[in-house]
């Protein structure tokens, strides 16, 4: 279900919409922000909640590793893309689950009219580390319907 209204959309939001996402702010298009689940260095897994206000996607980037690695994530909330590069985007709702092995450049975020919120989860490997790449053009973005 879409959500264009920001107070609804908190109402549906299981896990809550958190901070303003500035240390990465400046990885994104539009205003995100981040909820932690689990705190960063001491469990083995990083959880957040990543909630996207309406258009807002995040740059293209690479999560890499010498073994292991991606990420993971599970829809909760909204409506959101994810893309990677050579591929159809994939329309995000509810109990959606993407997997995104190591090297696969991608991008993902909201549609263009609705709030959208995702649990990311960093999967351990060895050697990992994020490349942040170009911005989803709004010409390319524009055009996902």
């Given at each position: 279900?879409?959500?264009?209204?920001?107070?609804?959309?908190?109402?549906?939001?299981?896990?809550?919409?958190?901070?303003?996402?500035?240390?990465?702010?400046?990885?994104?298009?539009?205003?995100?922000?981040?909820?932690?689940?689990?705190?960063?260095?001491?469990?083995?897994?990083?959880?957040?909640?990543?909630?996207?206000?309406?258009?807002?996607?995040?740059n293209?980037?690479i999560?890499h590793?010498?073994?292991?690695?991606?990420?993971?994530?599970?829809?909760?909330?909204?409506?959101?893309?994810?893309?990677?590069?050579?591929?159809?985007?994939?329309?995000?709702?509810?109990?959606?689950?993407?997997?995104?092995?190591?090297?696969?450049?991608?991008?993902?975020?909201?549609?263009?009219?609705?709030?959208?919120?995702?649990?990311?989860?960093?999967?351990?490997?060895?050697?990992?580390?994020?490349?942040?790449?170009?911005?989803?053009s709004?010409?390319?973005?524009?055009?996902?319907?």
């Open positions: 279900m879409k959500y264009q209204n920001r107070e609804e959309f908190e109402k549906v939001d299981s896990f809550g919409v958190g901070a303003p996402n500035d240390a990465f702010a400046k990885y994104f298009v539009g205003n995100s922000f981040l909820k932690p689940l689990t705190e960063f260095g001491k469990c083995p897994v990083f959880l957040a909640n990543v909630t996207f206000e309406p258009g807002c996607r995040n293209w980037h999560h590793a010498k073994s292991g690695g991606g990420q993971l994530l599970i829809c909760t909330a909204g409506e959101g893309w994810y893309q990677e590069e050579g591929k159809e985007a994939v329309s995000l709702v509810p109990g959606t689950v993407i997997t995104i092995p190591a090297e696969v450049k991608h991008w993902h975020g909201a549609k263009a009219d609705s709030w959208f919120s995702h649990i990311a989860v960093e999967v351990p490997g060895e050697e990992c580390s994020n490349e942040w790449c170009e911005p989803v709004d010409e390319d973005y524009n055009k996902l319907v």
